[in-house]
């Protein structure tokens, strides 16, 4: 199996893994947003509590240039650890939520 295809499996399970722990409210949907041609992947909610709109994106992560890229975290849960315990390589993985300048002193992959 070549890594884009592993790297996609790997990501898929874990963001469908993350969005079954995720319980819905009335008029709020969970949507697990899976676009495996473009390679984005992002957990999100939208809808309605009472008058208050719902449009939250959790986590999103991209595959681009054989990396997985980290956009967006707001959960508890830690993607990149998460995904070498999976069996991807730190080097493999950008925290494209921070700024390329701090990249270098985390211990993932800098582009």
């Not at 992002?42 to 309605?48: D, H, L, R, T």
Request: aromatic residues 12%; contains cysteine.
């Amino acid at each position: 199996m070549d890594k884009l295809t592993k790297y996609r499996e790997y990501v898929q399970k874990l963001m469908t893994d993350y969005v079954t722990s995720d319980q819905s409210q009335d008029e709020v949907d969970v949507e697990l947003v899976m676009d495996t041609v473009r390679d984005h992947y992002q957990w999100m909610n939208v809808g309605w509590i009472g008058l208050k709109r719902v449009y939250s994106c959790f986590i999103h992560i991209d595959i681009k240039d054989e990396k997985i890229w980290l956009q967006q975290n707001w959960t508890e849960e830690n993607p990149a650890e998460d995904l070498v315990e999976m069996g991807v390589p730190r080097e493999d993985i950008v925290l494209g939520l921070h700024p390329p300048y701090k990249r270098p002193y985390t211990d993932y992959g800098v582009a």
